[in-house]
């Protein structure tokens, strides 16, 4: 992989200035700045700039970085890929108010950035909480999305949101008395202990994100997440209320990248991009408001982490409300855990390519 660099960029795209310096650049990428008045978007560009775009989004806690090894991938096949910084995350704007991580607020961002980019319809491919908003997206504006690529989480069309979770949790492996969350306690955990929840990360952010971007394995399978006991454990951590000393998997992450992905946290913390799971009620009213009841008609892809011990769709109820919803729905299972895009680069490739040749034609 190449090193990253920065540089400072000006310039404009589609009346939209473009300000402020680069986050991260190498000879991949170029990186870019929408500015509107409600909101900044940081973002990477590359491949050719009249190639038909896939737009890249990133969950909790990645950066536009997460994406390199599929915008290295796809930009060489003729598309301009794209990948924000996710409100919150890197060079974007990152709001002190809880509710402005509401994905009605996520999906009002990469609009803009759509159109700031001449809103030709495009592939759209979400990882982890970018698979919510990637969906919202389709389900309420597709005539923006040619098709969708969801990754590691599947779609929930009446909302992703505890209380739409918790009934699909496998109850053979988390016993309600013990696990009433199931795996998705530490869900539970951002929304009553907040404030610790972000202090724990930040004591060693290097440390925080290397133990928490590891590669999965089938050695978990059929055992219960340590997510489902932070809060019997007071914390990810438990009593130290720290990462544990973790390197960085080299294998999933450049080491220049992942210096960025420290940097990047050091500036915003934790606390914005934990922001994004304090919001259940308003994203439930929004995914109910999309039309005809959130259902997609365009080609689908789920991408599945066969030893994801959160989001495996194949040893619960957790991929139903996505078959039910989803017109032409293809699922792939990958033996991979839950950062796909990292841990199984070149077959998140492979699916994808073989998908929208498949569905897309292209």
Not at 54 to 79: D, K, T, Y
Not at 111 to 136: F, K, M, N, Q, T
Not at 163 to 176: E, G, K, Q, W
């Amino acid at each position: 992989m190449i090193a990253v660099h920065r540089r400072a960029f000006v310039g404009s795209l589609a009346g939209v200035a473009l300000t402020g310096p680069a986050v991260a650049e190498d000879a991949s990428f170029t990186v870019r700045r929408v500015a509107t008045p409600r909101h900044t978007t940081a973002y990477l560009d590359t491949g050719p700039a009249d190639g038909p775009p896939m737009i890249f989004v990133h969950g909790w806690p990645e950066l536009s970085l997460v994406w390199r090894a599929q915008m290295e991938h796809f930009a060489v096949a003729g598309w301009r890929c794209i990948a924000p910084d996710m409100r919150g995350y890197g060079g974007s704007s990152t709001p002190k108010a809880t509710s402005a991580y509401a994905i009605r607020e996520l999906v009002a961002d990469i609009i803009e950035l759509h159109d700031a980019l001449g809103g030709a319809p495009a592939v759209w491919v979400g990882h982890d909480w970018g698979s919510p908003v990637v969906s919202a997206l389709a389900a309420r504006h597709p005539e923006r999305c040619r098709g969708a690529v969801l990754i590691s989480l599947p779609y929930f069309p009446r909302g992703f949101a505890l209380a739409n979770l918790t009934p699909l949790v496998d109850r053979s492996l988390y016993p309600v008395d013990q696990y009433p969350d199931g795996q998705w306690d530490y869900f539970r955990f951002y929304q009553t202990h907040f404030d610790q929840a972000a202090r724990d990360y930040e004591a060693d952010i290097p440390a925080t994100l290397a133990s928490i971007l590891k590669p999965g394995s089938p050695a978990d399978v059929g055992k219960p997440s340590p997510t489902a006991r932070v809060t019997a454990n007071g914390g990810r951590y438990g009593a130290a209320h720290r990462a544990p000393p973790t390197l960085p998997g080299a294998s999933m992450i450049p080491q220049a990248d992942f210096d960025t992905w420290t940097a990047a946290f050091r500036k915003t913390g934790f606390g914005p991009a934990d922001a994004w799971y304090l919001n259940d009620a308003a994203n439930i009213a929004y995914a109910e408001g999309a039309p005809d009841r959130g259902r997609l008609h365009q080609p689908i892809l789920f991408l599945n982490g066969a030893w994801d011990g959160i989001c495996d769709i194949t040893r619960s109820r957790l991929g139903e409300p996505m078959h039910q919803a989803c017109a032409d729905l293809t699922v792939v299972d990958l033996p991979g855990g839950h950062w796909l895009p990292l841990e199984r680069q070149a077959e998140v490739n492979a699916a994808i390519d073989r998908w929208r040749s498949a569905k897309l034609g292209m």
